[in-house]
């Protein structure tokens, strides 16, 4: 959690997170050059994980070149060339989170070299979704493009940053569909259990983000405990809270949580 | 959870953002100037929100997206405005 402080990784932990997946993100600026993603992969690779494991929580990243800086294809593609050599690293689940921003063309071109680069190295996939007004139309373009490319399991997908209008183009697709937990976008707590109440729950995952915005590190801990006032029996929240990211990610086998261990 | 229940639950939350809707738009009304595509779309959200029937988020999502389907040339900016300009 590059833009986060060690408090967060604390509370976390105290609150009973097992893992912590961080996907490559937007910095909040463009990076100027292939070697700042070079360091910032590093960073994703070797040091974030050394510092969450001062707290004991396994760190696990995904590596890509974030949509909001696709526009730049020369750079993308100079940054995707490098990504093959960090792909063996022990902490490297896939590719992601890439997407669309504003859907654009050069935005497409670059998602699409996303995928193509993931089936070619038999990476999981870990989609971001547009904000707001962009999303359902990035929604369906990227299922799609998707569903196009013969390579792409669906099993092995997860599309974030779902909404109520959105949900059901990635399940009836047959992805996985995240659904993000913010403060103030994209879903709150009880609009996400409203979506597990309809939909189920077979191939939803939770997830909260530790950006530098306006966002909780323990948006998924409170949402179990929504879902408790809800009436949900404690055998289904640990089966929506725990168990579905732990199914998903356990495809990679380089994703290990012990079970009944404290993390090591 | 039956209604009763999801009264109890619920009510007060939303009342707060009922009472923190009509301030803002008291504050709207208040102000120079006029609407512009974000708050023509939010009105029409509004209509939406009064209409009898089931799923209201989903339609008011879809209200306040973009409907187009081609790509656009070029991405102008990275930020999202929370309303399709074309409205």
Known sequence: MVSRVTDDYAAMVMAGCRAVCEPAFWAGFDRSSAQGFYDYFCQLTDYEPRRAAQFGLPHYSWLCLNPKEAENTALAEEVLAMIPSFLDRPNVLGIGEIGLNKNSRNEIVIFEKHVELAVKHDQMILVHTPHLEDKWKGTRLIVDMLKRNSGVDPARVVIDHVEEHTVDIVLDAGFWAGITLYPQSKCTPSRAIDMVEIYGAQRLWLNCACDWGHSDPLAVPKTAIEMKRRGHSEAAIDRLIYGNPLRFLSQNPKFQILEGQPPA | ?87
């Open chain 2, 1 to 87: 959870m039956n209604r009763s229940h999801i009264t109890d639950l619920y009510f007060a939350e939303a009342r707060s953002k009922l009472i923190d809707l009509a301030a803002f738009l008291d504050r709207i009304e208040r102000s120079e100037g006029v609407d512009d595509f974000r708050m023509k779309s939010f009105r029409a959200a509004l209509r939406e929100l009064g209409t009898p029937g089931p799923d209201k988020a989903k339609k008011i999502l879809l209200g306040l997206s973009d409907p187009t389907e081609a790509p656009v040339a070029q991405a102008g900016t990275k930020s999202a405005s929370g309303a399709w300009a074309g409205f």
